[in-house]
């Protein structure tokens, strides 16, 4: 199995940054794939961004040139910066992971809201 935790949430002013992170733990030697996602109220769960274990990464259109993911395999933990935050991404994120042997795994969700 594999834990996820996310960190990083918060209220922001349009414009702003925020980092998340997701800190993994258990079997994380079998993710060959994580992602972040978000949810707003009322909406489906969407993908933000994504990254697999050659290190390609794909982003959702809505956050292309605005968001970067990254991971630090030291630390065993995922990243999202967002940068130039607007109002429409206000969500709760969701750090997701891919594992061969135990499947996806899904954190607990962090609140971004962004507004003045």
């Known amino acids: 199995q594999v834990q996820l935790v996310e960190s990083g949430g918060g209220l922001v002013q349009p414009g702003g940054s925020l980092r998340l992170s997701c800190a993994a733990s258990?079997?994380?030697?079998?993710?060959?794939?994580m992602g972040w996602y978000r949810q707003a109220p009322g909406k489906q769960r969407d993908v933000v961004a994504g990254?697999?274990?050659?290190?390609?990464?794909n982003y959702a259109d809505s956050v292309k040139g605005r968001f970067t993911i990254s991971r630090d395999n030291a630390k065993n933990t995922l990243y999202l910066q967002m940068n130039s935050l607007k109002p429409e991404d206000t969500a709760v994120y969701y750090c997701?992971?891919?594992?061969?042997?135990?499947?996806?795994?899904w954190g607990q969700g962090t609140q971004v809201t962004v507004s003045s």
């Open positions: 997701n992971a891919n594992a061969v042997l135990s499947g996806s795994a």
């Open positions: 258990g079997s994380i030697g079998s993710i060959y794939a």
């Open positions: 990254i697999v274990i050659g290190g390609s990464t």
